[in-house]
C-alpha cells in the first residue's frame, strides 16, 4: 500500500484532519529517529488500505509539531491515538504486531 493512505499531519492542520473528521481516526505520533516507528510503518500502510472508508490513519512527527505531542500528553514514541468524534477512544504506547494493531482498532471502531 502506498503511502498516500496515510495522512501526515502537522499541528495547523490537527484539528481539522483529525477532531473533525466523519470517519474515526488512529494518529500514530512518530519521529524520524525512532526505531520502532519505523517497525510500524509498514503495518500501518497496510492498515490504511484494509481499513479504508472506515478509518483513517494519520501521522504527526513530534519533532516538528510539539503542540498536538504536548496536548495529549505523548511522552513515548510510537504512540498511537484512536479518536472518535473528536475524542481519545483508546491508546498504545510502542511498537505492535499487525494482530495486535488490528485488535486495538477494531475494538474501537
Not at 23 to 31: C, E, G, H, Q, Y
Not at 58 to 82: E, F, H, S, W
Not at 91 to 98: N, Q
Request: proline share 4%; glycine share 8%; charged share 25%.
Amino acid at each position: 500500500m502506498s503511502h498516500d493512505a496515510i495522512v501526515n499531519v502537522t499541528d495547523a492542520e490537527f484539528e481539522a484532519e483529525v477532531l473533525k473528521s466523519d470517519v474515526p481516526v488512529l494518529v500514530d505520533f512518530w519521529a524520524t529517529w525512532c526505531g520502532p516507528c519505523k517497525m510500524i510503518a509498514p503495518v500501518l500502510d497496510d492498515l490504511a488500505g484494509t481499513y479504508a472508508g472506515k478509518l483513517k490513519i494519520c501521522k504527526v512527527d513530534v519533532d516538528a509539531n510539539k503542540q498536538a505531542a504536548a496536548k495529549y500528553n505523548v511522552r513515548g514514541i510510537p504512540t498511537l491515538l484512536l479518536f472518535k468524534g473528536g475524542n481519545v477512544e483508546g491508546m498504545k504506547v510502542g511498537a505492535l504486531s499487525r494482530a495486535q494493531l488490528t485488535e486495538f482498532i477494531d475494538g474501537q471502531i
